[in-house]
């Protein structure tokens, strides 16, 4: 503890101390969680802000709505991550906020989850670089991040009762391992998940909690509780909980119309919900445990230590921090960069001469990207607002926003054509299933617009379709926090809007916004497909110069896109769970490690993606020191443009008996623009995760023999291999 730090703790009354470990409600009604300070010692305020896509304050202010975790993640650039994270830092400041909620990395274990959106990846050695490059960047303006949900948070589904039963090695190998990536970058505050893990609610866990989290990986910051996600008083607490969220009710069911009380959350329409009338647990219950000796008193001067203690490294306690800034043009163009490089060009086909409609003639070119005099029929039930985001604490309001339609029609030459083809697909809010929530009013956000009587029928597109050189048809999902997805097809008719198209036109290009993956049963029926996630508030923009290849489409998949039931945990006890618990029977072979496991083939693997150029890779060599090793390979751009290739390192580990390990693991990557002719030698650091697993008897083991270290443009796509001993 600093001394300083030190000196407060001892002059700090104990309802002081009390006021410093539970929130409270912001006076100006900005902040989402609120600490009030003690004015007798000057201490000031702390300020706690949602979220993981963008500042979501609770008046309901704007910032840069950012892309979606996922969509960051598929860029697979952790400098990226940190641009993101120190952009986010200073709007959040520019809103008088000290702490970010921010970011998510829970692993994408079942791809139904409603939050898959605000998370990186399926694969923990993806998602622990992207989580330190985030946390990095929050941390370098002075701002807290709050690194969440800690840990197994894998499902929205009852996930204030539900428990995850899973293995210690499951838990090493996977699921703590973004945590830990937080913790070594220094993040601030983790939050804990509402789950429990093998019985224990993730608040009272005092072995993830306190034996790991703070002992073994010797996390110096405040642990927070999710919103009204605090069970027990003197459990969480001596498992070392330090700050109650939100610590005030919501409301009070006697005092509201709304038709709920406390027993309703978790249970038909508001499964997946926490309890809003639960609250004050870190108040006089507190102060009576501490009075009992169920808490010892030194636990609860930890507890505001360090709470203080990263006021104190932010500058707070001294009034020294840096000036934020809000909505400049180096958010938007970063908003804006982020989204076009996160876009997975999945499929983009040559077409033969063909006599299937309108101005659709023999070509044998691919179909992307679209020529800029080619006239386009823009189709799709929203293309006239952006894709912002899903639903739930990442809620955010920008200044501005692009939707597809002022994107494609502002970049192209040729004539444009826009019908909607599909009635509208509402988004998903989780403020809108609590009645008693006051809504956001976004009603005046510069979001594009279309005409209330614009044709929205089938055929209305088809005709479109047919007249144009290149349909291209936007289609989305709706995700939302507290709630998870019934299936993987994309709601409503939109597979049969797209098939009709299809049909039509030859040359069609889909560009699906999801929060996760979902189904494209017409997949051989169209030309190209991208993958464009939720983009944000640049939407528009930054499909625009993708289509049209004012950008390299360098996104990859940072998750598996497979029929529904090929996924893993498709077993009612792995998900959604069999009377409140779900059963990790999977282990580790989750995501592209369970299709290896099965020799099956999805439909697009891990790490897949696209581009305009073509590379050619050479031979790979190793090079090893005590702590790592250095694997090189030289890749080179064949085409005659730049392009931007990511180099991907899979290490497949030798046979042991008695042990099932993935057939292949992601060790590292990097991303990198070739220019047109160029060739570039490209560096991936392998630390000592690339060989090791988990041993629940001794630890983290490397087994000794020939490791394999297979280097390409997927899980799937190799071009060279080295072998490393060990």
Not at 41 to 54: A, K, Q, T, W
Not at 259 to 285: C, I, N, Q, S, W
Not at 340 to 367: H, I, M, Q, W
Request: hydrophobic content about 35%; aromatic content about 6%.
């Amino acid at each position: 503890m600093h001394e300083r730090v030190a000196e407060l703790v001892a002059e700090l009354t104990r309802e002081e101390k009390r006021r410093l470990v539970r929130g409270a409600v912001d006076p100006d009604g900005v902040a989402t969680g609120y600490v009030p300070g003690v004015e007798r010692l000057g201490i000031p305020p702390f300020s706690l802000v949602d979220g993981p896509l963008g500042v979501r304050a609770d008046d309901g202010g704007r910032a840069t709505a950012f892309p979606a975790s996922l969509a960051l993640a598929a860029t697979f650039d952790p400098d990226l991550a940190r641009e993101q994270g120190a952009a986010m830092a200073r709007e959040a400041r520019a809103h008088g906020q000290d702490a970010l909620l921010a970011p998510g990395t829970n692993l994408l274990r079942v791809p139904h989850c409603g939050r898959n959106f605000e998370y990186f990846s399926e694969d923990p050695e993806l998602a622990s670089r992207l989580t330190a490059g985030v946390v990095e960047g929050v941390e370098s303006e002075d701002v807290v991040a709050t690194v969440k949900h800690y840990v197994a948070n894998n499902q929205e589904r009852n996930r204030t009762g539900v428990s995850a039963e899973v293995d210690e090695r499951t838990l090493r190998e996977l699921y703590l391992r973004p945590f830990r990536a937080a913790v070594d970058a220094g993040v601030g505050s983790v939050m804990t998940a509402y789950n429990r893990v093998n019985g224990t609610h993730m608040s009272d866990h005092g072995y993830l909690v306190g034996d790991v989290l703070k002992d073994e990986w010797g996390f110096e910051g405040y642990v927070v509780s999710d919103w009204y996600g605090l069970e027990t008083t003197v459990g969480a607490a001596n498992a070392g909980l330090d700050l109650e969220m939100p610590g005030v009710a919501s409301f009070d069911p006697e005092e509201t119309d709304a038709d709920v009380d406390g027993d309703d959350f978790g249970a038909g329409d508001l499964d997946g919900l926490p309890d809003p009338t639960k609250a004050d647990m870190f108040g006089e219950p507190l102060a009576d445990a501490v009075d009992r000796g169920e808490v010892p008193e030194r636990r609860l001067d930890d507890m505001v230590g360090r709470v203080l203690g990263q006021m104190h490294r932010i500058g707070l306690l001294d009034g020294d921090q840096p000036d934020g800034a809000l909505d400049t043009t180096e958010h938007r163009e970063l908003a804006e960069r982020i989204a076009a490089r996160g876009t997975v060009l999945l499929k983009n086909e040559s077409v033969g001469g063909g006599d299937d409609g309108g101005a659709d003639a023999a070509r044998d070119d691919p179909v992307l990207p679209i020529d800029d005099e080619a006239s386009v029929a823009l189709v799709g039930p929203n293309v006239h607002e952006p894709k912002l985001g899903g639903g739930g604490s990442s809620e955010t309001t920008p200044f501005h926003s692009v939707s597809p339609r002022e994107g494609v029609e502002a970049r192209a030459e040729g004539t444009v054509t826009v019908v909607r083809g599909h009635s509208e697909i509402e988004d998903e809010s989780l403020f809108d299933r609590l009645a008693f929530v006051e809504e956001v009013d976004e009603s005046d956000t510069e979001a594009g617009t279309g005409p209330e009587d614009e044709d929205t029928t089938v055929d209305d597109a088809v005709a479109a379709a047919e007249a144009a050189d290149v349909a291209v048809v936007v289609v989305r999902d709706a995700t939302s926090e507290g709630r998870d997805k019934d299936d993987l097809r994309l709601p409503d008719e939109q597979d049969a809007l797209v098939e009709a198209v299809a049909a039509a036109n030859s040359r069609t290009v889909v560009v699906v916004n999801s929060g996760g993956p979902v189904e494209i049963p017409w997949l051989d029926d169209v030309a190209a497909v991208l993958a464009a996630w939720y983009p944000g508030q640049a939407d528009g923009d930054a499909v625009a110069s993708v289509l049209y290849g004012d950008r390299d489409p360098a996104g990859r998949l940072p998750t598996t896109f497979a029929p529904e039931d090929e996924y893993p945990a498709t077993d009612e006890r792995q998900y959604p769970g069999v009377d409140d618990e779900a059963h990790y029977e999977e282990g580790v072979f989750v995501g592209y490690r369970h299709f290896d496991a099965r020799g099956a083939e999805p439909t697009f693997p891990f790490g897949h993606g696209l581009s305009y150029a073509a590379f050619e890779y050479g031979d790979a060599d190793v090079v090893a020191d005590e702590r790592k090793h250095r694997v090189r390979v030289a890749v080179e751009n064949t085409a005659a443009r730049p392009g931007r290739e990511v180099v991907q390192a899979y290490v497949r580990p030798p046979e042991v008996d008695g042990v099932d390990r993935p057939v292949r693991e992601l060790a590292g990557f990097a991303a990198v623009s070739v220019d047109a002719g160029a060739t570039e030698t490209v560096e991936l650091d392998l630390d000592e995760h690339a060989f090791a697993r988990y041993d629940a008897e001794e630890g983290w083991t490397t087994d000794p023999g020939s490791y394999r270290v297979e280097v390409g443009r997927s899980s799937r796509d190799v071009q060279a291999t080295v072998e490393v001993e060990r």
